[in-house]
């Protein structure tokens, strides 16, 4: 489905439009991503900011990476569904969670990170691109 995305979580009182295509899908098996994704991977298409309309209050939590950025989990407050991540490292990205977008959306993640943190049991799609740690750096953006 091309953009605009639509997105809404559980509960209904956050919701989104996006009006871009993401710059990179990707599937991150890092450990916080772990904790919020109860065991599992978070799946994640990163849009440029200013593409992103987001209606609702978000609460959300912050931690230091190994990088030594600054990452910020959002989510909503009242059922908590995962929005969105974004890092101070790119301030101009948001990362949303597939889970958040509605059904329909047609995006894949395209590139497995942190895949050394998975746990034994974990199946990644051979078809993915695989990193051990950090990804690459985000491609810019079409003009
Ligand atoms: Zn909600
Ligand atoms: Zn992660």
Redesign the pocket.
Known sequence: MPAPYTARCTCGAVTATIDAEPVTTRQ???????QIAAGG??NNAMFPADAIDIVGERAESSYTAASGNT?THEFCPRCGTHVL?RSSARPQFRTIRLGFLDEGHGLSPAIA??TEEAPEWAVIDPAMEQRPQQPPPASPPPE
Request: glycine share 8%.
């Open positions: 991150c098996w890092c450990r916080q991503c772990q991977p978070t990452l991540g990170i942190w």
